[in-house]
């Protein structure tokens, strides 16, 4: 009896150690396979619905696979950082200046070696450094009731803490990131005091408290609630594309002066990228004009890259005359701004 367990007990293990080298010969032959493959890793703050589309494309022309992890940009600067050398991202993909900036300071990128992103995009929409591009353009601007304002009532940033925009005025929290960017490129502009009385007169003729969102900020021009405020443009784009005859206007801001501000999505090559090479080559195809179209007209944004031709339903809006800032300043100038805004009591 104890003979026939013994035999038994040596089959199974047989039949085991069988099984598990069939598995692991099998996962050597995935991996391998997979090692084959090439392959570039994203974090992204751009949502799957805007990204996957242009990541399909880039598969489909160079046979380099995209994977990719969305999340919320501070969570994903903080992830890299916790990873620190054992990152598998290749590429951090985030919005605003301001997180790009943050990003860079922190150490996480390294030089794009591709020059294809300084031919194609300006570079006051690029790090000095080379360290992050720019990928999409979304202004920052005024938008007006077209049943309670006229146009030529309009003209700047600044403007919009005079008296006659008393209970007048919606804008977003100061908290946001965007408001953050806005603010940072006025201070650059205009010195502390100037910045600060503006901000003061903002605050003084807001129509409710700062609100969450920007399309919020256009829920209540349109309820009667307030007559103008400040939105990123795609935000009224998407609005338009769902309500074509909307009783709202884009103003291009300070177009005698500065220039619209504007902001970008963009991307930069971590440092610890496992493959370097192909995160270059994604970047190189996004700034391309096969590219640049699909990634902005996803979001009603404009092509950073000037050469390529805006979504027709942006391009009605009109050309205009863009603050050439570079955004790395505006990132950097954030912590001033906060404070500024904190002590004028926007929040």
């Known amino acids: 009896?104890?003979?026939?367990?013994?035999?038994?007990?040596?089959?199974?293990?047989?039949?085991?150690?069988?099984?598990?080298?069939?598995?692991?010969?099998?996962?050597?032959?995935?991996?391998?396979?997979?090692?084959?493959?090439?392959?570039?890793?994203?974090?992204?703050?751009?949502?799957?619905?805007?990204?996957?589309?242009?990541?399909?494309?880039?598969?489909?022309?160079?046979?380099?696979?995209?994977?990719?992890?969305?999340?919320?940009?501070?969570?994903?600067i903080e992830r890299v950082k916790a990873e620190g050398r054992a990152t598998p991202a290749d590429v951090l993909m985030t919005v605003d200046a301001g997180n790009l900036w943050y990003a860079a300071s922190q150490d996480l990128f390294?030089?794009?070696?591709?020059?294809?992103?300084?031919?194609?995009?300006?570079?006051?929409?690029?790090?000095?450094?080379?360290?992050?591009?720019?990928?999409?353009?979304?202004?920052?601007?005024?938008?007006?009731?077209?049943?309670?304002v006229k146009p030529d009532e309009l003209s700047s940033y600044e403007a919009l803490a005079e008296p006659q925009w008393k209970g007048r005025l919606c804008l977003r929290t100061a908290k946001k990131v965007y408001t953050k960017s806005l603010v940072s490129a006025l201070l650059a502009h205009n010195g502390q005091d100037k910045t600060e009385q503006m901000v003061k007169g903002w605050v003084s003729n807001l129509?409710?408290?700062?609100?969450?969102k920007d399309s919020h900020i256009m829920d209540a021009i349109l309820a009667g609630q307030c007559d103008v405020g400040l939105v990123n443009t795609?935000?009224?784009?998407r609005l338009q594309e769902k309500q074509p005859d909307v009783a709202l206007k884009l103003f291009w801001a300070n177009q005698n002066s500065t220039g619209t501000h504007v902001n970008v999505s963009g991307a930069g090559v971590?440092?610890?990228?496992?493959?370097?090479?192909?995160?270059?080559?994604?970047?190189?195809?996004?700034?391309?004009?096969?590219?640049?179209?699909?990634?902005?007209?996803?979001?009603?944004?404009?092509?950073?890259?000037?050469?390529?031709?805006?979504?027709?339903?942006?391009?009605?809006?009109?050309?205009?005359?863009?603050?050439?800032?570079?955004?790395?300043?505006?990132?950097?100038?954030?912590?001033?701004?906060?404070?500024?805004?904190?002590?004028?009591?926007?929040?």
């Not at 003979?3 to 391998?32: E, N, P, R, T, Y």
């Not at 070696?113 to 990928?135: E, M, N, S, Y």
């Not at 795609?234 to 784009?237: I, P």
């Not at 979504?311 to 701004?337: E, I, M």
């Open 234 to 237: 795609y935000y009224f784009g």
């Open 1 to 76: 009896m104890k003979l026939k367990q013994w035999f038994s007990g040596i089959l199974s293990a047989l039949f085991m150690w069988s099984a598990a080298s069939v598995m692991s010969l099998s996962a050597l032959a995935v991996s391998a396979q997979a090692a084959d493959e090439p392959e570039v890793v994203v974090y992204s703050s751009r949502k799957e619905h805007l990204i996957k589309p242009v990541f399909d494309a880039f598969t489909k022309e160079t046979g380099i696979k995209v994977s990719y992890l969305t999340g919320k940009d501070n969570a994903l």
């Open 270 to 347: 971590l440092k610890h990228a496992k493959h370097p090479e192909l995160a270059n080559k994604l970047l190189s195809w996004l700034v391309s004009e096969q590219a640049q179209g699909l990634f902005a007209s996803l979001n009603k944004e404009y092509p950073a890259n000037p050469e390529v031709p805006a979504d027709p339903l942006v391009a009605k809006w009109g050309r205009f005359k863009q603050d050439d800032l570079n955004l790395q300043k505006v990132g950097a100038l954030q912590a001033d701004a906060v404070r500024l805004m904190q002590r004028m009591g926007y929040r």
């Open 207 to 212: 129509a409710s408290a700062p609100m969450a």
């Open 110 to 148: 390294q030089p794009i070696q591709t020059q294809q992103v300084a031919k194609a995009i300006p570079a006051h929409l690029r790090d000095p450094q080379g360290l992050w591009t720019g990928l999409s353009i979304r202004a920052r601007t005024i938008v007006y009731s077209t049943e309670r």
